[in-house]
């Protein structure tokens, strides 16, 4: 069993939707990320979180500890929001490791 | 703003070739990692490297495989002798406290 499950595993949306992608993981965690992967294969971190919900533009990432569950949100989505998205999980300890989801695929439409 | 930069961006090398995959970390951070995902699959862990020795491993960080940070800006990557099976982006990145990471562009690396 995965370590940390992600749906959808492809979600098509039209210009201007209200998008949420989902995470829920099984292990004790120290930090909770989203990270965003371009077509071109590069990865970027969107949100690193323990606890609540953090806002970035017209992204927002929650994380219930309690349901070891995480969501990342998009606002007025706009085809330049189509990547991968992914959700990591990290445990602590020195050099604590990312153990990833499978990703989320979204393709925004005009 | 600073970035994590990898050399070569695409390696074609023959079964049983040795290979040096190249990353430049940023300048401060003093946490290292490499990343590989085969095609069409899920990013996986491989090794991270704190205060000049490895933190952690995975089993897929078996005897062909070794990480060095040569000279204080870089950090290397090594596969001894490659397989059909080691063909995959490979993700370097790091982090200034352990906890966010930095990740360069990858290098895609074939084994014909």
């Known amino acids: 069993k995965n370590e940390v499950e992600q749906s959808p595993q492809n979600l098509t949306a039209q210009e201007g939707e209200f998008i949420t992608i989902n995470c829920s993981y099984s292990?004790?965690?120290?930090?909770l990320h989203w990270l965003q992967q371009h077509p071109g294969g590069g990865i970027v971190s969107l949100f690193m979180?323990?606890?609540g919900k953090k806002k970035h533009g017209r992204l927002i990432a929650t994380i219930n500890i309690q349901e070891k569950h995480s969501s990342l949100h998009i606002t007025a989505s706009h085809p330049r929001d189509s990547a991968v998205y992914i959700c990591?999980?990290?445990?602590?300890?020195?050099?604590?490791?990312?153990?990833f989801g499978t990703g989320t695929r979204l393709q925004v439409t005009l | 703003e600073p970035e994590v930069t990898q050399t070569p961006s695409h390696q074609v090398t023959q079964m049983g070739q040795e290979v040096i995959l190249r990353c430049v970390p940023i300048s401060n951070h003093l946490y290292f990692y490499w990343y590989r995902q085969i095609l069409g699959q899920k990013v996986e862990f491989l090794v991270s490297?704190?205060?000049?020795?490895?933190?952690?491993k995975s089993e897929i960080f078996d005897d062909q495989f070794s990480v060095e940070r040569p000279d204080g800006s870089n950090f290397t990557l090594k596969i001894r002798s490659t397989k059909l099976e080691d063909s995959a982006m490979y993700f370097c990145?790091?982090?200034?406290?352990?906890?966010?990471?930095?990740f360069g562009p990858g290098t895609r690396l074939t084994v014909t």
């Open positions: 990591a999980v990290s445990r602590g300890g020195t050099a604590s490791k990312l153990t």
């Open positions: 979180l323990s606890s």
């Open positions: 990145a790091s982090s200034a406290t352990g906890n966010e990471q930095y």
């Open positions: 490297f704190y205060n000049n020795e490895i933190s952690e």
């Open positions: 292990v004790g965690i120290s930090a």
